[in-house]
């Protein structure tokens, strides 16, 4: 029900924009989420947002740099990823909440999304 899409190989310091298309039901009042997982590492939070778009959270260690949003009449979250590291290297998955606060852990999360593939090159 969760589609994500838009990974691919970037050079460090460039830019890849994710998707995440939601079907079969409407997200538009869920908390939409991303999470990576690099190899060997447990699953980490990337960033949330609220149904309007009006409240987002980002971990430390994307904030300033990555930027999520949503289109709910296209029942899709966005992640613009800029200057990219190559410890930002995953494969990035999108998830859907039906509560209504941000959360950091992967446990509230309802629905998963397959996951896309971020490599990032030095």
């Known amino acids: 029900q969760l589609q994500a899409c838009g990974g691919g190989l970037a050079q460090a310091g460039g830019s890849l924009r994710l998707s995440c298309a939601a079907s079969?039901?409407?997200?538009?009042?869920?908390?939409m989420g991303w999470f990576r997982q690099a190899p060997g590492k447990e699953r980490e939070f990337v960033a949330a947002i609220n149904w309007s778009g009006g409240t987002t959270h980002y971990a430390d260690s994307v904030k300033g740099r990555f930027t999520i949003s949503r289109d709910n009449a296209k029942n899709t979250v966005y992640l613009q990823m800029n200057s990219l590291k190559p410890e930002d290297t995953a494969v990035y998955y999108c998830?859907?909440?039906?509560?209504?606060?941000?959360?950091?852990?992967?446990?509230?999360?309802?629905?998963w999304g397959q996951g896309t593939l971020v490599t990032v090159s030095s």
């Open positions: 079969g039901r409407t997200f538009s009042w869920y908390v």
């Open positions: 998830a859907a909440d039906q509560t209504v606060v941000l959360r950091t852990s992967t446990s509230p999360y309802d629905y």
